[in-house]
């Protein structure tokens, strides 16, 4: 089983930026894409953006292009969400996950994952 750690996050005000990792235990996790979705307070949990395997393509939800961006390092496995102009409406819990389902990189539903990070707290302040 693939465990997932995370580390990064906390609290900044509008406009900072953070920057999220992903570590992972299993050197398969270089085979799989990767995910990152995040979860508001009585919402449910929402994609950000995923990569593929080799780091050659990734997908952002329309809310965080052009200020988020998300990277890997095989050699290291892990990934990467670097978040950029954060917003108040950024304020959430942020979960990587393994795109175990997803054979491309257009990985958008919780469905296509199958083992996810403990989560990690991001906090925009206005």
């Known amino acids: 089983q693939v465990q997932l750690v995370q580390s990064g996050g906390g609290s900044v005000q509008a406009g900072g930026s953070l920057r999220l990792s992903c570590a992972a235990s299993?050197?398969?996790?270089?085979?799989?894409?990767m995910g990152w979705f995040r979860q508001a307070p009585g919402k449910e949990r929402e994609f950000v953006a995923s990569?593929?395997?080799?780091?050659?393509?990734?997908y952002y939800a329309d809310f965080v292009k052009g200020r988020f961006t998300v990277s890997r390092d095989n050699k290291i496995n892990t990934v990467y969400l670097q978040t950029n102009s954060l917003k108040p409406e950024d304020t959430a819990v942020y979960y990587c996950?393994?795109?175990?389902?997803?054979?491309?990189?257009?990985?958008?539903?919780?469905?296509?994952?199958?083992?996810w990070g403990q989560g990690t707290q991001v906090t925009v302040s206005s």
């Open positions: 990569i593929s395997w080799s780091g050659g393509g990734t």
């Open positions: 996950g393994v795109a175990y389902y997803c054979s491309g990189y257009e990985c958008s539903r919780t469905s296509e994952y199958r083992y």
């Open positions: 299993d050197r398969r996790f270089a085979s799989y894409g």
